[in-house]
């Protein structure tokens, strides 16, 4: 099946246990999942595995770029999609044919880190010369892992406050700007409300990324410690950061958890019947194409609490740590992190590239915008929250917090019980 | 005499002589014959399944790597709350799942009629969603079922009422998924019992008709019993599948575009235990608890099945 390096019987063993874990799932889900091919021509063999297609022609481009430069590599592209890849790559990883390059993010970097199954990169960064100063540091954090680094950051995301100007406009109020808190927010949602019309102040839903999290840092709280071993959700900060969102649900200032179900609350924000949205940079090239509000709408650094603070999240590539090529897949991955790679991603607009100074192309490419403000905000981003088994303890946060967004659970005893939740599936992942 | 017997007990002789030796190789033929299905049915089905008891009773590593902890993932189970409420919600949807049975065999009876104009035209439309992919069937009911801008609000709004969000809504997401299971099982059903009407000979009905029987007596003494095997087919499938339910729950409760960690607010009443071993197995990472949740579900798969077939004999009549 999928394995085909090492002695016959290691081949087996790890082919059989793939093997029935791809079998069951196959018997409940209908999934399979088997890797790359085998290498082979007198030219080295690179794979790099991706999820987004949109930007698979940017990605096929900065490929090109380094085979020309290395006419001794090849490399291939595979796409695989987004809702499948996690399960795929884990398959592939554990069979020993994952690809040499592949895309991760934030919730799954410490799991492949701690795992074995991603190549240190410190030291041949250091060989060559990489700058790990070039990228935003919140970013690198994220793909460092004991004090060895293990991704070079691709793109980055950070979270604004879009708000619909027309709106604004019609209830006489000044728009969004850095000098705004909590309170500022709070009050224009409640001037921007007028159920009669549908018009809404504010899309409040329980999203961690684009919501609670900022909320929580800016309150002072966190979410996980720094050690990684125990949960923020119990810390009278981290649910002052939670009450804000709940407190304004209770105001009756967004539209009910769910309508926000049923409707994604970006599509609801393209209906320009509601002020205010945090949401996150990658929002902008799909505003920016809608008739209804592409000329409504801008965006401003996010209120602050307590202190300033915005969620950082990107990707970065890695290397397979059981690679064929371990030197030639490091730079490919050190090319994609380069300075070129990142001009050619900032072109398309898709991503903010992560390398520092080349960001100023993704601000120009949508001018009608202050997409400035998310690297404004660069200097007091907060890295994603993540530990060795983050979507253990990710899947709780929505079910836990849910009912206290719609009001049938004080958000103070949910965020108890989340932390409790949590603590126990930390203990799990030691 | 002689002659004859020298004839005859050759021959006799030889009959058993050929088959002696002849059937070895016939076994072998046959072994081969069935070799294909057997190494199959082995390699992806048994093996596993034995492998994945075993590692129900382990603590797995995402990427391999196992330690025996006994029965810990077992009593885990008993201890998680959302196991019950799972396994609650896949009874509920399978029992509701049968209430489909009745209405394919009516609409089968109807459609089976002769000089029914556009028949064809009817079976094409209840069979299409079987052929749908179940992604395009969710998103599509999704949109129907939009509490705020759906077609069934819309229409409810018409006269006057004021719809749940169907989908999104604790108490009755499970329902409205329910629903889309039967109108996506009726088609695969009504084949089964076309099939088996058609198996039905005429002259039944028309004795019946001659002895005076209306078109309901007819449908309930011949149609019914004479149906019954395929019903009883039927029937087993629909509680197998059901009880493997996951990716129209799926569907129905991801929301598009939304990140990792949004869950619909209905989610825990309508997870299914497939669902809820997707989760804990390629979503947590927590394979052996995964492996044990698939055990329990085999389980009971099983176990109505077997009930099933007991049963069967007080109701099936095989012709």
């Known amino acids: 099946m999928c394995s085909k390096s090492g002695t016959p019987s290691e081949g087996r063993r790890r082919g059989a246990r793939l093997g029935s874990w791809v079998a069951i799932s196959g018997l409940l889900l209908g999934v399979a999942a088997c890797g790359t091919d085998d290498p082979s021509g007198g030219k080295i063999e690179l794979t790099y595995r991706i999820w987004d297609k949109n930007q698979q022609p940017a990605m096929q481009q900065i490929a090109d770029r380094f085979q020309a430069a290395h006419p001794n590599i090849h490399v291939t592209i595979q796409l695989t999609a987004?809702?499948?890849?996690?399960?795929?790559?884990?398959?592939?990883?554990?069979?020993?044919?994952?690809?040499?390059?592949?895309?991760?993010?934030?919730?799954?970097?410490?799991?492949?880190?701690?795992?074995?199954?991603?190549?240190?990169?410190?030291?041949?960064?250091?060989?060559?010369?990489?700058?790990?100063?070039?990228?935003?540091?919140?970013?690198?954090?994220?793909?460092?892992?004991?004090?060895?680094?293990?991704?070079?950051?691709?793109?980055?995301?950070?979270?604004?406050?879009?708000?619909?100007?027309?709106?604004?406009?019609?209830?006489?109020?000044?728009?969004?700007?850095?000098?705004?808190?909590?309170?500022?927010?709070?009050?224009?949602?409640?001037?921007?409300?007028?159920?009669?019309?549908?018009?809404?102040?504010?899309?409040?839903?329980?999203?961690?990324?684009?919501?609670?999290?900022?909320?929580?840092?800016?309150?002072?709280?966190?979410?996980?410690?720094?050690?990684?071993?125990?949960?923020?959700?119990?810390?009278?900060?981290?649910?002052?950061?939670?009450?804000?969102?709940?407190?304004?649900?209770?105001?009756?200032?967004?539209?009910?958890?769910?309508?926000?179900?049923?409707?994604?609350?970006?599509?609801?924000?393209?209906?320009?019947?509601?002020?205010?949205?945090?949401?996150?940079?990658?929002?902008?090239?799909?505003?920016?194409?809608?008739?209804?509000?592409?000329?409504?709408?801008?965006?401003?650094?996010?209120?602050?609490?307590?202190?300033?603070?915005?969620?950082?999240?990107?990707?970065?590539?890695?290397?397979?740590?059981?690679?064929?090529?371990?030197?030639?897949?490091?730079?490919?991955?050190?090319?994609?992190?380069?300075?070129?790679?990142?001009?050619?991603?900032?072109?398309?607009?898709?991503?903010?590239?992560?390398?520092?100074?080349?960001?100023?192309?993704?601000?120009?490419?949508?001018?009608?915008?202050?997409?400035?403000?998310?690297?404004?905000?660069?200097?007091?981003?907060?890295?994603?929250?993540?530990?060795?088994?983050?979507?253990?303890?990710?899947?709780?946060?929505?079910?836990?917090?849910?009912?206290?967004?719609s009001g049938d659970k004080d958000v103070a005893a949910a965020a108890k019980e989340l932390a409790t939740a949590m603590n126990t599936a930390l203990r799990e992942e030691q | 005499m002689a002659a004859v017997n020298s004839l005859a007990r050759p021959r006799r002789a030889r009959r058993p002589a050929n088959r002696r030796p002849g059937r070895r190789p016939e076994r072998m033929w046959a072994y081969l014959m069935v070799a294909p299905m057997t190494i199959g049915l082995s390699v992806f089905y048994l093996w596993p399944i034995a492998q994945t008891f075993y590692f129900s009773f382990t603590r797995s590593g995402p990427f391999g790597g196992h330690t025996w902890i006994g029965t810990a993932n077992y009593r885990a189970l008993v201890d998680e709350p959302s196991v019950f409420q799972s396994v609650a919600n896949t009874l509920f949807y399978a029992v509701v799942q049968l209430a489909g049975i009745p209405l394919a065999v009516l609409l089968a009876a109807l459609l089976n009629q002769r000089g029914l104009r556009g028949r064809s035209i009817y079976r094409l439309v209840y069979f299409l969603p079987v052929v749908t992919m179940p992604v395009a069937v969710a998103m599509l009911w999704r949109w129907m079922y939009n509490g705020d801008y759906g077609l069934i609000n819309q229409l409810l709004s018409v006269v006057g009422i004021q719809g749940p969000h169907w989908a999104s809504d604790p108490s009755v997401a499970l329902y409205a998924v329910a629903a889309i299971g039967i109108w996506m099982a009726l088609g695969y059903n009504m084949v089964i019992f076309l099939a088996g009407l058609q198996g039905i000979p005429t002259m039944y009905y028309e004795a019946a008709a001659m002895d005076g029987a209306g078109p309901a007596r007819m449908f309930f003494r011949i149609t019914v019993p004479l149906l019954s095997p395929s019903i009883f087919f039927a029937t087993v499938l629909t509680v197998i599948n059901s009880l493997q339910m996951f990716d129209l729950a799926y569907m129905m409760m991801s929301t598009p575009g939304a990140a990792a960690g949004t869950a619909n607010p209905a989610l825990p009443r309508v997870r299914t235990v497939s669902y809820l071993f997707y989760q804990k197995a390629f979503v947590e990472h927590d394979l052996g608890f995964g492996a044990a949740v698939a055990f329990v579900l085999l389980g009971f798969i099983l176990a109505m099945t077997l009930i099933q077939f007991r049963l069967q004999r007080r109701w099936v009549h095989y012709a």
Do not use: C
């Open chain 1, 82 to 405: 987004n809702q499948e890849y996690w399960t795929k790559l884990q398959g592939d990883a554990t069979g020993g044919s994952a690809p040499d390059v592949f895309w991760m993010n934030g919730p799954h970097a410490q799991l492949y880190a701690s795992n074995g199954m991603l190549l240190p990169l410190s030291d041949q960064l250091k060989a060559d010369g990489v700058d790990l100063g070039n990228y935003p540091s919140a970013l690198t954090a994220i793909y460092s892992y004991q004090g060895k680094q293990y991704g070079i950051p691709k793109d980055f995301d950070t979270v604004g406050l879009w708000y619909n100007k027309k709106l604004f406009d019609a209830a006489k109020l000044t728009y969004p700007d850095d000098t705004w808190t909590w309170e500022t927010v709070a009050a224009a949602a409640r001037k921007l409300t007028d159920a009669s019309k549908g018009v809404y102040g504010i899309l409040a839903p329980p999203f961690n990324q684009e919501n609670f999290y900022n909320t929580v840092f800016q309150a002072g709280g966190y979410v996980i410690s720094p050690d990684g071993k125990s949960s923020g959700y119990d810390q009278p900060a981290t649910i002052s950061g939670l009450k804000f969102w709940t407190d304004l649900m209770k105001a009756g200032v967004s539209p009910s958890v769910k309508s926000m179900t049923d409707t994604y609350p970006a599509q609801l924000f393209e209906s320009g019947k509601f002020g205010m949205y945090y949401a996150g940079s990658w929002n902008a090239i799909e505003f920016s194409k809608n008739d209804t509000i592409k000329n409504d709408v801008d965006v401003a650094v996010l209120p602050q609490g307590t202190k300033r603070a915005v969620v950082i999240h990107g990707l970065a590539n890695v290397v397979y740590a059981k690679t064929k090529h371990p030197q030639e897949a490091t730079q490919f991955a050190e090319f994609l992190g380069s300075k070129e790679a990142a001009e050619i991603q900032a072109k398309t607009g898709a991503v903010i590239p992560a390398f520092n100074g080349t960001q100023e192309a993704w601000v120009s490419s949508m001018p009608q915008f202050h997409l400035r403000s998310f690297l404004d905000e660069l200097p007091y981003a907060v890295p994603f929250p993540a530990s060795k088994n983050t979507d253990a303890w990710m899947t709780k946060e929505a079910a836990i917090l849910g009912p206290a967004w």
